[in-house]
């Protein structure tokens, strides 16, 4: 396993580095905005990356609420079913907002019960825990850059850095706040049930995003806005370059992501090796063993 | 032990005990009224705009005095080790906190009851709009504000910064319901243009949150 | 073309992000060997 991570290293350097030749040199140029709309090459990417990341942390946190009590876990598993089917069919149904198409959101719920079992079985118990840790703390990162590089691709293409009614972008800041909150809550908070707080944090974040984006979505209908990201159809070729990029950005965030994990589960180790050494005096030797059941996880 | 009894049991003791000491209601009302004439002396009340922007005013003013109000929330409970016995106790976490949510919107009310007259004078504001409406929205906006304030506060006992940890977190939730009040508030001000969605979206938004608080108190409340 | 200049300081700037991440997670990692080390004598 520990080989794999170098190996997987290299490939994805040169996954990025075969990106960035295709998003500077390869990609056609914009017949309205030059070559300064390359930036959406790293600004996309990374919002599907952010986005994706605090889905998963959703799912984590769910799931890690749920497996406290078995009456729970039961139902959960029958709850993310029926929730991934409900919304599957409803996106069909339900008239959406415009430049909302349906097999997106479709897409999304059929994830939930997908993703909530994938979760379930390999990353049981408190590698939850860890796995929710990991995702919203990655997930900021990459959260960031996209709030960075918007207003940076604005400015010269609107000549604003920024628009309130910009749906998206105004979203993925609320989203942003949401998860920064989450992460001090996990930083300052001495309670033993840091985790299970931090999990209820991040379901009423979720709970709460969708609202977001409505209630700018009708401001906006009621303040016209200039609309900064850009609606529409893309040029395949462009849509082509955009895949590359996200797929080499995937490949990083799991890198990331898998090095943020290992660094969390040595936390917890040194953690309860301290713990350990206070229980039992200084001057014994503790056997430090398997990660895991630490009852305080912050950072 | 039945839940509407222990949630107005333990309502009207709040009250009973918030209205003998009555210090931390009346310096809420004196900053309450400091916050609306700092706000006067800041953002022009003569100008020809002020109506498009009172609504935002009004609002931030109630957030901030909101927060005020909410940190002192379990501050009693927690001097005198009651949420102990609240746990060991078999009275259902959800009345405690349907009390405490409820304390707080008789509370914040009470607030905005003192500060929307203040803003009306300072600002001269007439509805151009339905003025009924603001009814709705100022009910559910705050028991937006009250609901999710209640529970974070309660998240935020045993954090370090305990009176920051508070609008930290609620801030961010809480956008919606802000976007809400303020475009709804201002929408009725200016008579532009219909409140009927924010209203909605108001109303679900405090469907949302207050099931998912009810849902998850439990878990706050076992937090030691 | 001023422009351009945005594309490259977007660039850069999401490369300067991520260095800064991974640099933070590198100098946590050695602390937190250097404290095992340390509780392992």
Known sequence: ?299 | ?224 | MNAIKFLYAAYIVTWLIHALYLGSLVRRYKSLQKQLKELGK
């Not at chain 1, 997106?104 to 379930?120: E, K």
């Not at chain 1, 979505?217 to 370059?241: A, E, N």
């Not at chain 2, 009250?15 to 022009?44: G, P």
């Not at chain 2, 910064?161 to 939730?173: H, K, Y």
């Open chain 2, 1 to 224: 032990m039945n839940f509407r009894s222990v949630t107005l049991a333990t309502l009207a003791k709040d009250i009973r005990l918030e209205w003998r000491s009555k210090d931390a209601l009346n310096s809420m009302l004196f900053f309450s009224l400091l916050v609306v004439v700092i706000f006067s002396f800041s953002f022009d009340p003569l100008a020809e705009e002020s109506r498009h922007i009172a609504g935002g005013l009004i609002w931030v003013a109630i957030l901030f005095a909101a927060v005020v109000a909410l940190n002192q929330t379990w501050a009693r409970e927690l001097r005198n080790q009651v949420l102990d016995a609240y746990r060991v106790s078999p009275a259902p976490a959800n009345a405690l906190f349907l009390a405490k949510a409820i304390g707080n919107f008789i509370f914040v009310s009470v607030l905005e009851a003192l500060m929307t007259p203040l803003f009306i004078v300072f600002y001269n504001l007439r509805a151009l709009g339905p003025a009924w409406q603001l009814i709705p929205i100022a009910l559910l906006g705050t028991w937006a504000l009250v609901v999710n304030g209640t529970f974070f506060a309660a998240m935020s006992i045993r954090t370090r910064s305990r009176e920051i940890m508070l609008p930290l977190l609620l801030f961010p939730v809480s956008i919606p319901a802000v976007i809400g009040m303020v475009a709804g508030t201002t929408a009725i001000l200016t008579g532009d243009d219909p409140a009927h969605f924010w209203i909605i979206l108001l109303l679900t938004y405090d469907v949302v949150f207050t099931t998912a608080c009810l849902a998850l108190f439990e878990t706050v409340l076992q937090a030691e």
């Open chain 1, 1 to 299: 396993m520990k080989r794999a991570f170098p190996i997987l290293a290299v490939f994805t350097a040169v996954l990025l580095a075969y990106a960035l030749y295709q998003a500077l040199v390869v990609a056609p140029t914009d017949a309205q905005q030059g070559d300064v709309y390359r930036i959406i090459y790293y600004h996309v990417p990374s919002a599907w990356t952010a986005f994706l990341l605090f889905f998963i942390n959703f799912i984590a946190s769910v799931q890690y609420l749920a497996d406290g009590k078995p009456t729970s876990k039961q139902a959960a598993k029958w709850i993310a079913v029926a929730v991934g089917v409900v919304g599957a069919v409803a996106a069909f149904v339900i008239p959406l907002p415009a430049g909302i198409r349906p097999s997106a959101i479709a897409t999304t719920f059929l994830a939930i019960p997908v993703f909530y079992f994938f979760l379930g079985k390999y990353f049981p118990g408190e590698k939850l825990d860890v796995l929710a840790v990991t995702t919203a703390e990655v997930g900021v990162v990459f959260c960031t850059i996209v709030l960075v590089t918007g207003p940076i691709w604005a400015r010269p293409v609107w000549g604003i850095w920024w628009a309130p009614g910009d749906i998206r972008l105004t979203s993925t800041l609320v989203l942003w706040l949401i998860y920064v909150s989450y992460l001090i809550l996990r930083r300052f908070s001495d309670s033993a049930q840091t985790q299970k707080l931090a999990a209820a944090l991040a379901v009423f974040g979720a709970l709460d995003v969708p609202l977001v984006y409505f209630s700018i979505w009708f401001f906006r209908t009621q303040h016209p806005q200039p609309v900064i990201g850009g609606g529409g159809s893309m040029d395949p070729k462009m849509l082509d370059v955009l895949m590359i990029s996200w797929t080499a950005f995937l490949f990083f965030a799991f890198l990331v992501c898998w090095s943020r994990y290992r660094l969390e589960i040595l936390r917890r180790e040194v953690e309860q090796a301290h713990a350990m050494q206070s229980l039992s005096g200084a001057g014994s030797n503790v056997a430090v063993s398997s990660p895991a059941l630490t009852s305080r996880g912050s950072q």
